[in-house]
Each structure stands twice: as structure tokens, then as C-alpha cells.
């Protein structure tokens, strides 16, 4: 019998409440993240929640959740989650009709988040948007007037209702408890893994307060470190976990947004994207909380938390780097004088990366509508473009549900001492990458070979023959020394160049024709990652990151990013020229030259180009009346080139392959 137990059964939240361990209590307020740009929340709605809205949140929770705490006592509040609310975004905008009357929309968008306090994690989050409109006089849909606050007062309403109906459907959270089997040089040995819902850098609770952080998690065996208080054989630790056993199971990913419309909160697009992945998805991707810190805060009223020790989140091993621009809007000419096309084009696209910043997996989605519009009539514009949106991040997360797979490569020091080293026949071990070592023990309780890990390594020397690795700081207390036949375990291994070349960035894209492409130079790289498979790194991972964790969301700030040095860096050129438009009637359209290329070049861009490799291809654009806009042409070009190189670029980069460097 299995001495980590996991409640299989999916308990209701009240059941979870009455189960040891577990509470949760509402905080009373609303959150707002911090902004650096232009406000996404509107004055009128922040006047509103003054006004008496404060407590709508925590009341409803209630009518919900009616077993949920009173209060956050001391010697509860480890095991005490608190549910707040966050609002991302309040925004107004108004389409005039042709009958003088405005059509007002108030998009609001709220994220709700179950968080431990004293650890920062997130056992459960969701965002919703809700957008209600109504048709008034225009002075009636001015900042400030009743009528305004009022909507947003029901939209309010709304998004906070269907947040805490959602929750009530889906938080089943399970309990996970494990024993702890041996003692082994100040770490505990737990009798359970991967395989019954134990995950590294998990936090346990025992009855008593007493913390274990798991350091590492085999499939039937886990190591952990204590972390407050103590631990003995045969004492058990638990957590809380919500979801499925095999969504526990899942590696865990941090999405980082890179890019976003303009106006679209962040929260919004990890939302959809998880929600895209779905169930089937081969990773976990895990809940930030931004407002965490102003949570604390708020709490710091009803209990002294300045003798606590918060235990800060570790980040996860890996990152999915998200980039969604503003969708690109132009309408066509169709065979009816009054009627047009609307086109609303959108991308999404993304790489999953280490804390190197290599990138293990590369893909794009697109999405593409077209809208009737009849005399100057059509769907609000807004409104489609998240459409688009999210179906361009369903597309892509079909894609990154089908293709990717995280692989793990071990291997065993063939030599201690000063220098230890292993045999690295696929050159999976960069320059300066860190990497960790583990200690046999043999069998514990009913694991049959138990790893501990002992040390944190980098690598020092390359080579086919002989990799040579630089200790540099214990993972335990007690760590024993190196010794041959001490494991080393990597994981994100992927396919690589046997030539051992390691690849970065060179900087900006080259733009040598007449035409530019807004952002081809994140997008060229991506498409570079997708279609040249060796070591690739992205810059600028420890930036995005550490503007995340600086945030007050619980992460721990002091991260540690070791990028790889490079043999080589990537540099993208691009050469669009446009020709003699064909036109047909009332309508032309645009002609164009591609030719994308990637070059080669030693570290930091400078120097000869070691290789270079282009693709040429011939595209004709949407056709537009003849009497459209330079402007509404350049913008309809744009749409069409992005389809281009999505096809161009990979194969030029794939190209390189047949190159000697």
C-alpha cells in the first residue's frame, strides 16, 4: 500500500474546507494591478466601487461558499487560502448609429485567485471578461454621467457572478499527503512521487505547522527540505491541489507575456491560452497572482504577519514566451456598391524556453474573419478582434497540444575530483549551464532507487569526449562530495546539431526594401527556432522574468539566469519590394517581392558572415477599390505578408542545415 494517499474523489469546496488543512476566506475589496502606461481602468468605474461596491465580492463568495472563514486566525493561516479579486481592465467605447444614438460598451475584465498567503502559491485562478452595451443619446454616454456608472455597476456585477459560479464548478480540490519513509542527511525521504501528485518545489504541511519543500520528485519517491519547523520518520505532510491527477502530474510552466494588443489585459490572453490548451495540454501552466502583495497588505489588519515567515515561490524550470500583436483591421471592395469586406486578421505565436533561454518548442497560430458591412454598418469592431484573438490562441495551442513534448536526459559522472566530469556525446551541456547532481541511495520503502540531490554544477568545458563540470554551491545542508557514478539530470533535452553549435541573437532585424514589417524581428526568430533545430537561445529571458517577480506576486527575486555562451548569432534580413499593382475592374491589387534570409555571424553581430541562407517567393495581395487609401493598401499588405513569411521563414531557416559553419 502506497504511503502517500491521494483523495481521488473530487471534493466539493465545502467538503475541502472540513477536510484538515484547508480554508478559504474572502478578502473584502477589489485590486487593481499596478500600471506603467495609459490606465485600462476607467475613472468612472473606480468612482463606482468608492461609491459602495467594496463589499460585493466577498458577500457573494459567501452566498457561494457559505462554510468558507470568518477571519484568518493565528495558527490557521498556513493552512488558510485567501479569495480576492482583481480587476485587469474597465474600459468604455462607443459606436455612433446612423440614427443619432451611440452604442456604449463597457468591457470589464476580473481575475479571481485562491492564494496561500504564507507561501504565495495559487491553487486556483480565472479571469472572465464580460462586456454589456446599451443604445443611448450620446449625452448620456459621457464620462461621468449616471448612466455610465450604473452599467458599469451591472457589468460588475456580472463578470463577479460568473467568476464565482465558475469557481463553484470548477475548484475539487484534493488532498495529497505523504509520509516520510527515511532521513537521509538532514533532507526527508517521502513515500510517494510524480505518480500520486507530488511535484518539485511543492510546499507540505504536517498537523502541527511544520514545512517541507520538495526539492526533487521521482515517480515513486520525492526529497524534501525542511523549510520551517521539523520533521521525523513517520510523520506525514500534506498539501492541497486542485484538478485532476493527471493535470498534478503535468510539468509546470510559467507563461510570461511578451506582447500584447494594446489594450488587452495580460491576464486575458494567459487565460484564453490555458483555457485553448485544455485538459489535454502536455503542461500545467501556473497561476501568478499580481496582486499578491496588496493582498498581504490587506490582511496585515486582522493579523500580525511581521513575525511570519512568507516562503517565497520557486519558478518553475520553464517558461512559455507569449506575443500576440494588434490585430491588423481593413475592408475590401465586394461585387455590391453599399456592401464591403471587413478582414481582421490576428497571430499569436510562442517558444517554450529554460531558465537558459533555450528554446525547446516554436509555433504560431492565426486566425482570419471576414464581417459584412452595410452602408457603413457592421459587429463592433472591438468585439471581433478578440475573437480573433482568441481563435488565433486556440490554433496556436492545437499546435503546441500536438507537438511538443518535454524530454528529460540523465548521465553519470565518469569522473570526481577538482573537475568532475560525464560523456556529452549529443552536446546537450552549454557553456554556463547550470545543472544539478544526485546522490543514489538505494531503496526507500517501496522506491527502489531514490535520488538525492547533492550539488549545483555548471558547465565548465564542453567536448564530445569529456564534459567538464564546476561545482558551485551545495543543494543541502550535509551534501556529501562528488563521486563517480552521482547522477546528473537535464531536463528540456531535445534534438541538437551534433556539430555542437550554439546559436543566439544578433540584435534587430535588417530591413534592406522599401517596405517594413512591424515586429518581424521576434517573429523572424521564432520562425528561425521552428525551422532550424538546434541549440537556439532567446535574450532578454532574466528582464521579462525578474519585471514579473519584482511585482509582489510571492515568486522569489533572487533568480539566478545562466545564459550560455554562443558560437554563433542569428541575424534576420528582410527585402520587400512592392510592383506594378494588377487591377481588375474597380479593384487592384498590391504585388510584392519577398525574400527573407538569416545570416550567420560570430558573437555580438560583428565580423564576416560565416553563412548566410534566403528564400524568394512572389505574392499578390487582397484586391482593394481602386480609389483605397495608400494608408488602407500598406495595412492590407501588412495582413498578407504575415501569411507569407509565415510560410517563407522556416524554410529559409531550415536551410542553414546544409551550410558549413
Request: aromatic share 8%; net charge neutral; hydrophobic share 40%.
Amino acid at each position: 500500500m502506497r504511503s502517500l494517499a491521494l483523495a481521488l474523489a473530487l471534493l466539493s469546496a465545502g467538503a475541502a474546507q472540513a477536510a484538515p488543512g484547508l480554508q478559504l476566506y474572502p478578502v473584502k475589496g477589489v485590486f487593481f494591478p499596478s500600471e506603467e502606461g495609459p490606465s485600462r481602468i476607467d475613472a468612472d468605474f473606480r468612482s463606482m466601487i468608492e461609491a459602495g461596491e467594496q463589499p460585493y465580492f466577498a458577500t457573494k463568495f459567501r452566498e457561494k461558499f457559505p462554510e468558507a472563514a470568518k477571519t484568518i486566525a493565528e495558527g490557521t493561516q498556513r493552512r488558510t487560502f485567501a479569495v480576492s479579486l482583481q480587476i485587469a481592465r474597465a474600459s468604455r467605447y462607443t459606436v455612433a448609429k446612423t440614427n443619432g444614438t451611440v452604442d456604449m460598451y463597457l468591457p470589464v475584465t476580473a481575475s479571481v485567485y485562491f492564494t496561500n498567503v504564507m507561501t504565495g502559491e495559487v491553487l486556483y485562478a480565472a479571469t472572465r471578461t464580460t462586456i454589456k452595451m446599451v443604445n443611448v443619446m450620446p449625452e448620456n454616454a459621457k464620462a461621468g454621467g449616471d448612466k455610465t456608472k450604473s452599467l458599469f455597476a451591472d457589468t460588475f456585477h456580472g463578470v463577479v457572478d460568473d467568476l464565482i459560479g465558475d469557481a463553484k464548478e470548477r475548484f475539487k480540490p484534493q488532498t495529497v499527503s505523504a509520509k516520510v519513509e527515511k532521513e537521509w542527511k538532514g533532507v526527508a525521504i517521502l513515500g510517494g512521487g510524480t505518480n500520486d501528485g507530488l511535484r518539485r518545489d511543492d510546499t507540505l504541511t504536517d498537523e502541527k505547522g511544520n514545512e517541507l519543500k520538495v526539492l526533487h520528485a521521482g515517480p515513486d519517491y520525492a526529497v524534501a527540505s525542511p523549510t520551517l519547523g521539523t520533521f521525523s520518520k513517520g510523520t506525514v505532510f500534506a498539501k492541497a491541489s486542485n484538478g485532476t491527477l493527471a493535470e498534478i502530474q503535468k510539468p509546470r510552466m510559467l507563461p510570461l507575456i511578451e506582447q500584447a494588443p494594446a489594450g488587452f489585459p495580460e491576464e486575458s490572453l494567459v487565460q484564453l491560452f490555458g483555457d485553448a490548451l485544455g485538459a489535454a495540454a502536455p503542461v500545467s501552466l501556473v497561476p501568478v497572482n499580481r496582486t499578491y502583495a496588496e493582498v498581504v497588505k490587506a490582511l496585515s489588519t486582522q493579523i500580525d504577519l511581521s513575525k511570519e515567515k512568507l516562503t517565497q515561490r520557486e519558478l518553475p524550470a520553464f517558461f512559455v514566451r507569449l506575443r500576440v500583436p494588434d490585430p491588423i483591421t481593413y475592408e475590401r471592395a465586394t461585387k455590391v456598391d453599399y456592401m464591403t469586406g471587413r478582414i481582421t486578421d490576428a497571430l499569436a505565436y510562442a517558444e517554450v524556453v529554460d531558465r537558459s533561454g533555450r528554446v525547446l518548442y516554436a509555433a504560431q497560430g492565426r486566425d482570419h474573419i471576414e464581417d459584412e458591412v452595410v452602408n457603413g454598418q457592421a459587429l463592433n469592431l472591438e468585439a471581433r478582434q478578440e475573437i480573433a484573438i482568441k481563435n488565433a490562441l486556440l490554433a496556436l495551442a492545437k499546435r503546441f497540444g500536438a507537438e511538443f513534448k518535454l524530454k528529460t536526459a540523465q548521465f553519470e559522472l565518469a569522473e570526481a575530483g577538482a573537475l568532475p566530469s560525464v560523456k556529452d556525446e549529443n552536446g546537450l551541456l552549454a557553456a554556463g549551464a547550470m545543472v544539478h547532481a544526485f546522490k543514489k541511495i538505494g531503496k526507500v520503502g517501496n522506491a527502489k532507487d531514490v535520488l538525492v540531490p547533492t550539488w549545483e554544477l555548471s558547465v565548465a568545458v564542453p567536448g564530445e569526449e569529456k564534459t567538464e563540470l564546476s561545482p558551485t554551491f551545495p543543494l543541502i545542508n550535509d551534501a556529501p562530495e562528488l563521486a563517480k557514478g552521482d547522477v546528473l539530470i537535464v531536463e528540456g533535452a531535445s534534438g541538437v546539431d551534433a556539430r555542437r553549435r550554439r546559436f543566439g541573437t544578433c540584435g534587430p532585424a535588417e530591413k534592406l526594401g522599401t517596405v517594413e514589417v512591424p515586429g518581424y524581428t521576434e517573429l523572424a526568430f521564432n520562425l528561425f527556432a521552428q525551422g532550424y533545430k538546434v541549440p537556439f537561445y532567446a535574450g532578454g529571458l532574466a528582464a521579462t522574468v525578474r519585471a514579473l517577480v519584482h511585482g509582489g506576486t510571492g515568486f522569489k527575486e533572487d533568480i539566478k539566469f545562466a545564459e550560455p555562451k554562443v558560437d554563433y548569432c542569428i541575424q534576420p534580413v528582410y527585402r520587400i519590394s512592392t510592383g506594378e499593382p494588377k487591377c481588375s475592374g474597380k479593384t487592384c491589387s498590391e504585388t510584392a517581392t519577398v525574400k527573407l534570409s538569416y545570416r550567420v555571424r560570430p558573437p555580438g553581430g560583428g565580423g564576416e558572415v560565416k553563412a548566410s541562407v534566403g528564400m524568394e517567393s512572389k505574392m499578390t495581395a487582397s484586391a482593394l477599390p481602386t480609389a483605397a487609401s495608400a494608408e488602407s493598401k500598406a495595412i492590407a499588405l501588412q495582413a498578407d505578408l504575415v501569411d507569407e513569411i509565415l510560410k517563407v521563414a522556416p524554410a529559409a531557416a531550415a536551410g542553414l542545415a546544409e551550410k558549413k559553419l
